[in-house]
């Protein structure tokens, strides 16, 4: 059991979880991760009161579970921030001792702790969890349903992650909105690119991810019926027609969409190239060996957001048929 201690630690990765890191201003968080000695893990935290972003809880669990436990260091939490961590399930994925009084809160409707997957199972147990937290039409839930279960399936089948992927998310009532974190410490999105495509640096890995039709399963355009190399593309048309935010950081790679302005004279248009839409892209943040996923959807019944989710779902609905064509397919002898 690894036990909290004062933070004297300067051998191994470190990372501080501060007050506030949500994707609109999680740069600084992000800049502070030290990822020298992979072998170690060195957390601290805000001592007063944490609120951040679930893909800030899923990165520090994905770090955790690259190390052994023994290796985890965290200096010793008050009771307002040991709560919080301990209701997400990051003490515990990573086997970090609370002396704070905890209270359990029910999770239904509200958030999902951190989740490890390693598994076509396991993965759809958490999407199964994940759909009540939608508040959407039963379709609708399934869509968003059916594309994080591809980013997912794509770290099991691409990513080379020995400990799958660390997924959480939580329902904010106020904004009617999802916020989902998604990271893995696998081989990154570069390497696995570059199999099919040749990607020059990280944010240009992270690019071609983007683009719709590009896998690195294949370097034909299009993908395959197995892979059609459209779940981020998907994820970013949603997190652009709701104003939402949307954060992939692999390697020394780091992407963000941002904002639309709020205008009634903006025009909504989809890009395949991810750099046309209003980004913040940089080459040189500290090296994630791995893939960190984030992203927030407004859940609010516009029909641009219903038609587009309609529109998603028919495309979901044949690759998944030419799957099933491509797994039972007899082959044919001359």
Same mark, same amino acid.
């Given at each position: 059991?690894?036990?909290?201690?004062? $933070?004297?630690?300067?051998?191994?990765?470190?990372? /501080?979880?501060?007050?506030?890191?949500?994707?609109?201003?999680?740069?600084?968080?992000?800049?502070? +991760?030290?990822?020298?000695?992979?072998?170690?893990?060195?957390?601290?935290?805000?001592?007063?009161?944490?609120?951040? /972003?679930?893909?800030?809880?899923?990165?520090?669990?994905?770090?955790?579970? $690259?190390?052994? =436990?023994?290796?985890?260091?965290?200096?010793?939490?008050?009771?307002?921030?040991? /709560?919080?961590?301990?209701?997400?399930?990051?003490?515990?994925?990573?086997?970090?001792? @609370?002396?704070?009084?905890?209270?359990? /809160?029910?999770?239904?409707? *509200?958030?999902?702790?951190?989740?490890?997957?390693?598994?076509?199972?396991?993965?759809?147990? +958490?999407?199964?969890?994940?759909?009540?937290?939608?508040?959407?039409?039963?379709?609708?839930?399934?869509?968003?349903?059916?594309?994080?279960?591809?980013?997912? =399936?794509?770290?099991?089948?691409?990513?080379?992650?020995?400990?799958?992927?660390?997924?959480?998310?939580?329902?904010?009532?106020?904004?009617?909105?999802?916020?989902?974190?998604?990271?893995?410490?696998?081989?990154?999105?570069?390497?696995?690119?570059?199999?099919?495509?040749?990607?020059?640096?990280?944010?240009?890995?992270?690019?071609?991810?983007?683009?719709?039709?590009?896998?690195?399963?294949?370097?034909?355009?299009?993908?395959?019926?197995?892979?059609?190399?459209?779940?981020?593309?998907?994820?970013?048309?949603?997190?652009?027609?709701? *104003?939402?935010?949307?954060?992939?950081?692999?390697? $020394?790679?780091?992407?963000?969409?941002?904002?639309?302005?709020?205008?009634?004279?903006?025009? +909504?248009?989809?890009?395949?190239?991810?750099?046309?839409? *209003?980004? @913040?892209?940089?080459?040189?943040?500290?090296?994630?060996?791995?893939?960190?996923?984030?992203?927030?959807?407004?859940?609010?019944?516009?029909?641009? +957001?219903?038609?587009?989710?309609?529109?998603?779902?028919?495309?979901? @609905?044949?690759?998944?048929?030419? *799957?099933?064509?491509?797994?039972?397919?007899?082959?044919?002898?001359?």
């Amino acid at each position: 059991m690894t036990n909290y201690r004062d $933070s004297r630690y300067n051998n191994g990765m470190r990372i /501080h979880i501060p007050n506030s890191a949500f994707l609109g201003n999680i740069d600084p968080f992000l800049r502070g +991760f030290d990822p020298s000695s992979p072998e170690k893990l060195e957390i601290t935290a805000n001592q007063k009161w944490i609120a951040v /972003h679930p893909v800030v809880l899923s990165m520090i669990a994905a770090l955790g579970l $690259s190390v052994k =436990r023994e290796s985890i260091i965290c200096e010793k939490l008050e009771a307002r921030s040991a /709560h919080y961590l301990q209701r997400m399930g990051l003490t515990k994925i990573l086997g970090v001792h @609370s002396e704070a009084p905890i209270v359990e /809160h029910e999770a239904a409707g *509200r958030f999902i702790p951190i989740t490890q997957i390693k598994s076509s199972d396991e993965l759809s147990d +958490f999407i199964a969890d994940m759909i009540p937290l939608l508040h959407l039409e039963e379709k609708q839930s399934e869509t968003i349903g059916y594309i994080v279960s591809e980013l997912v =399936r794509n770290v099991l089948e691409h990513a080379d992650s020995e400990n799958g992927a660390c997924l959480c998310a939580q329902y904010y009532k106020k904004s009617n909105s999802i916020r989902i974190g998604i990271a893995d410490a696998g081989i990154g999105i570069k390497k696995a690119i570059n199999q099919s495509h040749a990607a020059a640096d990280d944010l240009r890995a992270i690019g071609l991810a983007l683009t719709p039709g590009i896998t690195g399963t294949t370097s034909n355009e299009g993908g395959t019926a197995q892979n059609a190399g459209a779940g981020l593309f998907f994820i970013k048309s949603i997190a652009s027609i709701n *104003r939402d935010y949307l954060l992939i950081y692999s390697g $020394s790679g780091f992407y963000k969409l941002l904002r639309k302005p709020l205008s009634a004279k903006t025009k +909504f248009r989809l890009h395949a190239d991810p750099f046309k839409d *209003r980004n @913040s892209g940089d080459n040189t943040f500290p090296r994630w060996a791995g893939t960190v996923v984030g992203v927030d959807i407004t859940l609010d019944q516009t029909s641009e +957001f219903s038609a587009l989710l309609d529109a998603i779902r028919l495309t979901y @609905s044949k690759t998944v048929k030419d *799957r099933k064509r491509a797994k039972y397919k007899k082959p044919r002898f001359l």
